[in-house]
């Protein structure tokens, strides 16, 4: 089974709806079992992976990030397009506006962070001048302006381990320190694309102001509700990007990574 693309969903985003002849697929990592959602786009084969499961089941900190990412490297993925719902602490993002992240600062605390833990994968230090796929942005970006939507290329993704909100504080410092949007999932998704040498891009869905800055108490509830009502736009601009994904991009991810390899088993059904 060869698979190019795929596209993790995040808040709101469960269904692969966009693909046809879909199929599940069990793939077995180093770091455990994932189901995968594979099918049919334009004649293109693409992977679909919900990053909290189908039913919203799993918290930011205890989604399996390693075996995710394995996973999708196992079966041939070369480009990912992930969804996430932010907090904005820009006031030039607003409400249902896209996001594409192009760097990140991590506040997390204890997440598995690395395919090089040391040992037999030895000592590997990767590049991360630049996260995210420049390519990839550039597609989701043209896409997102022939559709019409407010998009804004570029902008600093601060990841906290969660699965509380922020405090008041928290969100001044962010912004003192240039974060622009806030979420609790693209690190270590985006640390792990790049060290596996795939191309990540994140379409980020400003679904509140951060703590602070809106005037009310953020709840859960609040980000679903907002990303619920946006999940078609982002389904579209998904379909959209897809699209428009020729060629390999002219980018420098695969070589800032290791080129990594991993051992696993694809189980179809
Ligand atoms: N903070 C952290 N994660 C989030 C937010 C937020 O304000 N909104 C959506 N995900």
Known sequence: MKVRTAIIGGSGVYDPAILSE?????VRTPYGEVKIDVGKFKGRTIAFL?????????????????????AL?????EDIFATAA????????????????????????????????GGESGVVHTDFTEPYCPGLRRIIEKAAKELNFA??????????????????????FFKMVGGDIVGMTNVPEV????????????????????????????????????????AEKVKKLLYYSLDSLTEKSD??????????????????G
């Open 191 to 230: 640390i792990l694309a790049r060290e596996a040498g795939m191309c990540y891009a994140v379409c980020a869905l400003v679904t509140n102001y951060a703590a602070g800055i809106s005037e009310q108490p953020l709840t859960h509830g609040e980000v679903l509700d907002v990303m619920r009502e946006n």
């Open 151 to 172: 998009v804004h290329n570029g902008g600093t993704y601060v990841c906290t381990e969660g699965p509380r909100f922020e405090s008041k504080a928290e969100i001044e």
């Open 86 to 117: 932010v907090g904005s602490m820009n006031s030039s993002f607003g409400l249902g506006h896209i996001v594409l992240a192009d760097s990140f600062l991590d506040f997390t605390k204890m997440r598995e962070m690395t395919f090089y833990g």
């Open 22 to 26: 879909l199929k599940m697929v069990t």
């Open 50 to 70: 919900a990053r909290h499961g189908k039913g919203h089941e799993l918290p930011p900190h205890k989604i399996n990030y390693r075996a995710n990412i394995a």
């Open 73 to 77: 490297k196992i079966v041939g993925v």
């Open 251 to 268: 980018c420098s991810c695969f070589n800032s990574g290791e080129k990594l390899c991993f051992e696993g088993k694809v189980i179809e």
